[in-house]
């Protein structure tokens, strides 16, 4: 499986911006899909996941009620929407997915995309 993440960019303090997660591939042994991040001198941390057979979301604390992950099978992407987004979100977002019945948390995916760069002005 491969991912194409794209969508990042600079926004003001309290903007918006929609990621996006093409998958290509195998895409039918998909099992979810998740967002992650890395900022300046941070370790990687999980944002959110979504089932690719359901509609079961999952979110870390700093995403929770500002940021929103969807999916889209037809076009086989997953989104997150970020609202109200602040300098501390200003990171490297990666996706990944995984095709092994597991955790959507647990961040040991097997594939992941090349990474989208949000910067957040204040």
């Known amino acids: 499986v491969q991912l194409q993440a794209s969508g990042g960019g600079l926004v003001q303090a309290g903007g918006s911006l929609r990621l996006s997660c093409a998958a290509s591939g195998r895409t039918l042994l998909i099992y979810g899909m998740g967002w992650f991040r890395q900022g300046p001198g941070k370790e990687r941390e999980f944002l959110a996941a979504?089932?690719?057979?359901?509609?079961?979301?999952y979110y870390a604390d700093s995403a929770q009620g500002r940021f929103t992950i969807s999916r889209d099978n037809a076009k086989k992407t997953a989104y997150l929407q970020m609202n109200g987004l602040k300098p501390e979100d200003t990171a490297v977002y990666y996706c990944a997915t995984r095709t092994v019945v597991a955790a959507l948390t647990d961040e040991r995916y097997e594939y992941w995309g090349q990474g989208t760069l949000v910067t957040v002005s204040s």
């Open positions: 979504i089932n690719w057979g359901g509609d079961k979301t």
